[in-house]
């Protein structure tokens, strides 16, 4: 199942920082680059304006390159109860934002987004980037880390799109029999 065109809106959530990218799927497994960047809120700002600013930031990067699909890195426990819950925050926001445009949102954990980009989910971030800036031809590695991570969740998807569209099919297909 070719899905050539397909936009992705890539995300890396975070409170402080929200690495985000927009990607299209070319023809096989080729990706076109569209946008890349990060959006900051300063700590020192209330949750509620943080959250209110990423959900600005993030509404208009959909509105200004209408995605078919956003796909998003499943938040995991790091440890520091305080950080998963900022970043839980953040992701509900913003998932409300493509809620609010009908736009689907896909969730890759970690080791998901570094087996699919470098074949080892345990790829660290140096790994990462190489292989990202491999895979799309850029000319110098993306920066920071949650700008080239925004882009792995992309591709990530757009690689594993054509299988979730299938596996679709094959569910209504069975359920209407």
């Not at 995991?76 to 934002?97: D, I, K, P, Q």
Request: with cysteine.
């Amino acid at each position: 199942m070719s899905l050539e065109g397909l936009r992705v809106m890539g995300i890396d959530p975070g409170l402080t920082r929200c690495g985000l990218s927009v990607v299209q799927a070319g023809r096989g497994r080729q990706i076109i680059p569209v946008a890349v960047g990060v959006v900051r809120t300063p700590s020192t700002a209330e949750l509620a304006e943080r959250l209110l600013r990423l959900s600005r930031a993030v509404g208009e990067w959909i509105d200004d390159y209408q995605p078919d699909v956003i796909a998003m890195e499943r938040i995991f426990e790091r440890g520091n109860v305080s950080t998963v819950m900022h970043t839980a925050h953040a992701v509900g926001v913003m998932v409300l934002a493509a809620a609010e445009r009908g736009i689907p949102v896909h969730m890759y954990t970690p080791s998901e987004v570094k087996k699919a980009i470098s074949g080892n989910g345990r790829a660290d971030k140096k790994q990462m980037t190489a292989m990202i800036t491999r895979i799309l031809g850029l000319s110098e590695a993306p920066k920071p880390a949650d700008a080239a991570d925004a882009l792995a969740i992309a591709v990530c998807h757009c690689w594993r799109a054509p299988l979730i569209a299938r596996t679709n099919q094959l569910t209504m297909k069975a359920a209407n029999q």
